[in-house]
């Protein structure tokens, strides 16, 4: 099939125009033109978070536009103060005259598909909505609305090479996605590869990944959009100064030059009171917790409380619906639920509807969950994710919000190979319980540092940085992919299908057993042309995705059939009471949940 379009790209023009006309842009331009602090920067006198947002925003424009020639960005700003706004029309100007495509990437498939809404909802032009694509294992090929015959030989050929190179003006993938097209030397990364030249990327949260190869990250991130000419902005809320671990200093551009003015504003600072009192006595017990929540509670309250293993949330869980003092709905999500399950689950509490509340959950709930709370409890675990446990808790500054930290389950073999699990690292010492209310998370990330670049940097066998130097030098592609991977093979896994009847939020019915026929049809089909089998696989693996749990890697497990390693359990439904996976009784048909 001949192809002459991969070259398109971005109208930002009608993005610009679209975006100035919006409710957001007016009201920013607005305060711009009326109250903005350009001299002598004191934020004393605003007591309105959007204000406060709106000086934010404008502060990073400015910076950016003095820097327009540079490659990388560091956009550090604190949860809750319009980061994807600001990133979004900085990612517009720095597009110019010359950008050719636009990428956001996310650290999970929630964020991407959370994000995907808040942009369809900016622009409401479906010509501009469909430029917008997500690109991720979850999401079905998108087809051109110009393609309007399915029986054309173009119609399927075309959407999947648009897929395979990434034709499309602007993206919405993962950091694992992202890594593998820049890193990867599959025949499938290298399709887009490309497609990075010339193209501006907004990275977020990127610190959420290993740790241990930091450094290779922001250096192959330098280089690459030198040679490339990518512009690249790297933003979250505990953004560590990776430029430290390089040799090459002063080649990132800060665009909040004084990021001590918003995340020590009180708006932001005092968003969240916090409490240690219960790492008083270092463990506690389950009991403590719940006497604690029992005696702390108040009406239209909303509760989350986060533990670090399934096994304590699901613990916990059944304590407070069984308990005869908890009079609030109870919920539980883990990484053991389905996209499905979920939704249910999150929805109303986006929406509002729920206001008695605990919500217990794992770490799942710290990114890509869009929630409001009043009170936290949260085992402590890594600094970085105290901070984004508490971006959860009076996430709209409108009222007191409480967090308190305690320490059931150990974190150190959860993170076996992170620099941060030492305990020096963690809440039980006064000086990390001080970085994080004071939000001087330099501090903690210069001590961070110092073990990398001991551990890491200066060292001499494979795990050393010299090593890395060495598979570049020799065009080892093979060896340079492994070790910019962001997540290791899972070998100790599989995933289940549970077949169910499910009513999506769209009034959607969806049959498990059916979707599962489907894919098998599909798969088994040695008729079919081969890039029609690939949208037509896509489209039902993205329906097979609300059926589908991970489970320990386990060959006595009892089940209906199999594709692969894909295992299915036709009668999914006797293994759920009240909507709600009973993982005991799974776990007597052999099927064992995996405990992080």
Same mark, same amino acid.
């Given at each position: 099939?001949?192809?002459?379009?991969?070259?398109?790209?971005?109208?930002?023009?009608?993005?610009?125009?679209? %975006?100035?006309?919006?409710?957001?842009?007016?009201?920013?331009?607005?305060?711009?033109?009326?109250?903005?602090?350009?001299?002598?920067?004191?934020?004393?006198?605003?007591?309105?978070?959007?204000?406060?947002?709106?000086?934010?925003?404008?502060?990073?424009?400015?910076?950016?536009?003095?820097?327009?020639?540079?490659?990388?960005?560091?956009?550090?700003?604190?949860?809750?103060?319009?980061?994807?706004?600001?990133?979004?029309?900085?990612?517009?100007?720095?597009?110019?005259?010359?950008?050719?495509?636009?990428? %956001?990437?996310?650290?999970?498939?929630?964020?991407?598909? +959370?994000?995907?809404?808040?942009?369809?909802?900016?622009?409401?032009?479906?010509?501009?909505?469909? +430029?917008?694509?997500?690109?991720?294992?979850?999401?079905?090929?998108?087809?051109?609305?110009?393609?309007?015959?399915?029986?054309?030989?173009?119609?399927?050929?075309?959407?999947?090479?648009?897929?395979?190179?990434?034709?499309?003006?602007?993206?919405?993938?993962?950091?694992?996605?992202?890594?593998?097209?820049?890193?990867?030397?599959?025949?499938?990364?290298?399709?887009?590869?490309?497609?990075?030249?010339?193209?501006?990327?907004?990275?977020?949260?990127?610190?959420?990944?290993?740790?241990?190869?930091?450094?290779?990250?922001?250096?192959?991130?330098?280089?690459?959009?030198?040679?490339?000419?990518?512009?690249?902005?790297?933003?979250?809320?505990?953004?560590?100064?990776?430029?430290?671990?390089?040799?090459?200093?002063?080649?990132?551009?800060?665009?909040?030059?004084?990021?001590?003015?918003?995340?020590?504003?009180?708006?932001?600072?005092?968003?969240?009171?916090?409490?240690?009192?219960?790492?008083?006595?270092?463990?506690?017990?389950?009991?403590?917790?719940?006497?604690?929540?029992?005696?702390?509670?108040?009406?239209?309250?909303?509760?989350?409380?986060?533990?670090?293993?399934?096994?304590?949330?699901?613990?916990?869980?059944?304590?407070?619906?069984?308990?005869?003092?908890?009079?609030?709905?109870?919920?539980?999500?883990?990484?053991?639920?389905?996209?499905?399950?979920?939704?249910?689950?999150?929805?109303?509490?986006?929406?509002?509807?729920?206001?008695?509340?605990?919500?217990?959950?794992?770490?799942?709930?710290?990114?890509?969950?869009?929630?409001?709370?009043?009170?936290?409890?949260?085992?402590?675990?890594?600094?970085?994710?105290?901070?984004?446990?508490?971006?959860?808790?009076?996430?709209?500054?409108?009222?007191?919000?409480?967090?308190?930290?305690?320490?059931?389950?150990?974190?150190?073999?959860?993170?076996?190979?992170?620099?941060?699990?030492?305990?020096?690292?963690?809440?039980?010492?006064?000086?990390?319980?001080?970085?994080?209310?004071?939000?001087?998370?330099?501090?903690?990330?210069? +001590?961070?540092?110092?073990?990398?670049?001991?551990?890491?940097?200066?060292?001499?066998?494979?795990?050393?940085?010299?090593?890395?130097?060495?598979?570049?030098?020799?065009?080892?592609?093979?060896?340079?992919?492994?070790?910019?991977?962001?997540?290791?093979?899972?070998?100790?896994?599989?995933?289940?299908?549970?077949?169910?009847?499910?009513?999506?939020?769209?009034?959607?019915?969806?049959?498990?057993?059916?979707?599962?026929?489907?894919?098998?049809?599909?798969?088994?089909?040695?008729?079919?042309?081969?890039?029609?089998?690939?949208?037509?696989?896509?489209?039902?693996?993205?329906?097979?995705? %609300?059926?589908?749990?991970?489970?320990?890697?386990?060959?006595?497990?009892?089940?209906?059939?199999?594709?692969?390693?894909?295992?299915?359990?036709?009668?999914?439904?006797? %293994?759920?009471?009240?909507?709600?996976?009973?993982?005991?009784?799974?776990?007597?048909?052999?099927?064992?949940?995996?405990?992080?």
């Amino acid at each position: 099939m001949k192809k002459d379009d991969f070259a398109d790209g971005l109208s930002i023009a009608e993005y610009e125009e679209s %975006y100035k006309n919006s409710d957001i842009s007016k009201s920013i331009r607005n305060y711009e033109h009326t109250k903005y602090i350009e001299k002598d920067k004191h934020l004393e006198s605003i007591t309105d978070m959007n204000e406060l947002r709106s000086e934010l925003f404008l502060d990073a424009e400015k910076e950016l536009n003095k820097h327009l020639d540079n490659e990388l960005f560091f956009l550090e700003a604190p949860t809750g103060s319009g980061k994807s706004n600001t990133a979004l029309q900085l990612s517009f100007h720095l597009m110019g005259e010359h950008g050719k495509k636009l990428f %956001y990437i996310y650290p999970f498939n929630t964020l991407v598909e +959370q994000n995907m809404k808040t942009l369809s909802e900016l622009f409401k032009d479906k010509k501009l909505q469909d +430029q917008i694509v997500v690109v991720n294992s979850l999401t079905p090929i998108t087809v051109k609305e110009n393609i309007k015959n399915e029986d054309s030989t173009n119609y399927y050929q075309e959407a999947l090479l648009d897929r395979q190179f990434l034709n499309y003006p602007m993206i919405l993938s993962t950091h694992v996605s992202f890594f593998n097209v820049l890193f990867g030397s599959k025949k499938e990364d290298i399709f887009g590869f490309y497609q990075l030249t010339d193209s501006v990327i907004v990275l977020d949260e990127i610190q959420s990944y290993r740790n241990y190869i930091w450094t290779e990250i922001i250096t192959m991130l330098k280089y690459c959009a030198s040679l490339m000419g990518m512009k690249i902005i790297i933003m979250s809320a505990t953004l560590p100064n990776l430029e430290v671990l390089t040799d090459e200093k002063n080649q990132v551009v800060h665009l909040m030059q004084n990021r001590n003015l918003y995340f020590e504003h009180p708006i932001f600072k005092n968003r969240v009171k916090i409490s240690y009192e219960l790492l008083e006595d270092d463990k506690i017990t389950y009991e403590k917790l719940l006497q604690h929540i029992i005696e702390n509670k108040e009406k239209q309250q909303k509760i989350l409380v986060e533990f670090i293993k399934k096994d304590s949330a699901y613990t916990f869980y059944q304590m407070l619906i069984e308990s005869k003092e908890i009079e609030y709905d109870v919920k539980c999500i883990t990484g053991d639920d389905s996209i499905y399950e979920r939704e249910k689950i999150l929805n109303p509490i986006k929406s509002g509807e729920m206001k008695d509340l605990i919500l217990v959950a794992t770490q799942v709930i710290e990114a890509g969950v869009d929630i409001d709370m009043d009170v936290g409890y949260k085992n402590v675990s890594l600094l970085d994710s105290e901070e984004q446990f508490l971006g959860r808790i009076n996430r709209s500054c409108k009222r007191k919000g409480k967090a308190y930290f305690f320490y059931i389950d150990s974190w150190e073999k959860i993170y076996q190979k992170d620099f941060r699990k030492n305990r020096e690292f963690t809440l039980c010492e006064r000086n990390m319980q001080q970085i994080l209310e004071n939000k001087h998370f330099y501090d903690y990330y210069n +001590q961070v540092f110092k073990l990398l670049r001991k551990n890491l940097n200066e060292n001499t066998d494979g795990k050393g940085i010299e090593d890395f130097w060495n598979n570049i030098n020799k065009l080892n592609f093979s060896e340079i992919a492994k070790r910019m991977q962001l997540i290791d093979d899972n070998s100790w896994s599989m995933d289940i299908v549970l077949c169910r009847r499910l009513e999506l939020e769209d009034g959607t019915v969806l049959d498990g057993e059916e979707v599962w026929n489907e894919y098998k049809n599909i798969l088994e089909d040695s008729d079919m042309e081969y890039a029609k089998k690939q949208i037509k696989l896509s489209v039902a693996r993205s329906n097979l995705k %609300y059926f589908t749990y991970r489970i320990k890697k386990n060959s006595d497990l009892i089940y209906n059939d199999i594709l692969g390693e894909l295992r299915c359990i036709y009668d999914g439904e006797q %293994y759920f009471e009240n909507g709600k996976l009973n993982k005991k009784l799974l776990e007597q048909s052999g099927g064992l949940f995996i405990d992080i």
